[in-house]
């Protein structure tokens, strides 16, 4: 039998934000894997805030660089052990000189492999740098994204940032790319639309709502019925363009985007955060 520990409890109650004994309950039924207790806690009707994918981050900042007509950007967090590090202007230096690199790379690896100041890869900088500042450091998230015109944002603490594609480069394009972007990371969706969500995802809502309901009392033969109009709800909370604009919660970010020219589209997204 796995042991569950006080740490391990404290960990999920703050990825979730379920009670102390529901998250312990929900560890051992799950054995210790932290995505089935989540899984366990949703199914039982508890709240659960899910931090998702950025959830195991440790501390650093995040970076996005663009190209010079805004049709290429990249996402790149640099990681280190301790908020001291990651509020040091030098470290922050480095993490924006090494995101004018990865600019020109399409993936993590060949970033890692790329030349930094002409005869050190950015890998041996990395490890030059960890021991220079005594502290681990690498590179966390790497995200590159194209369109027509892109738009960045990165919040105030560095810790989280996010890019949106355009489908025009139009006057008024740069306001509203970069609302989108502050939208994304506010809000955190997991697709940009319905069509995007993988089927493995809806396949699990799905799941989880006939268990919340079946604990409800509903009756087997409603389930799909109602299963399905849950899911509608989760799409609209959770994909980019049918979310609530966070600026004017009457409209859709769809919509939002629409008021500048009927025909302008989000073509997607990128996110990276940490902690």
Do not use: W
């Not at 404290?10 to 799950?30: F, I, P, S, W, Y």
């Not at 005594?134 to 105030?156: D, M, N, Q, R």
């Not at 809806?202 to 079946?214: G, N, S, V």
């Not at 409603?222 to 363009?241: R, S």
């Amino acid at each position: 039998m796995v042991k569950i520990t006080a740490a391990d409890v404290n960990k999920l109650r703050k990825m979730t934000g379920a009670g102390m004994m529901d998250c312990k309950n929900a560890l051992v039924e799950a054995e210790g894997d932290f995505e089935k207790a989540i899984e366990i806690l949703r199914k039982k009707g508890q709240k659960v805030a899910a931090k998702r994918a950025d959830r195991e981050s440790s501390e650093g900042v995040v970076v996005a660089t663009l190209n010079a007509d805004k049709t290429r950007g990249v996402l790149i967090s640099l990681n280190c052990e301790t908020d001291f590090v990651a509020k040091n202007a030098d470290f922050i230096q480095l993490a924006e000189d090494f995101g004018k690199v990865a600019l020109n790379y399409n993936s993590k690896e060949e970033f890692l492999q790329a030349p930094f100041d002409g005869n050190i890869s950015v890998a041996d900088k990395l490890t030059e740098q960890t021991g220079v500042i005594g502290e681990k450091i690498e590179i966390g998230g790497f995200e590159v994204l194209e369109a027509p015109y892109l738009g960045s944002y990165i919040h105030s603490n560095k810790k989280i940032g996010t890019l949106v594609g355009l489908s025009k480069n139009i006057p008024g394009v740069e306001e509203v790319a970069h609302d989108v972007a502050m939208q994304v990371a506010a809000m955190s969706p997991v697709a940009l639309d319905e069509q995007s969500v993988p089927q493995a995802v809806i396949d699990k809502e799905l799941e989880i709502a006939k268990e919340q309901l079946r604990n409800e009392g509903k009756p087997e033969n409603m389930l799909d019925k109602i299963a399905q109009g849950k899911l509608k709800k989760f799409f609209k909370e959770n994909t980019l363009v049918n979310q609530a604009f966070i600026k004017d919660n009457k409209k859709s970010v769809a919509d939002y985007v629409k008021s500048l020219d009927p025909e302008l589209k989000v073509t997607g997204f990128k996110r990276v955060a940490l902690g």
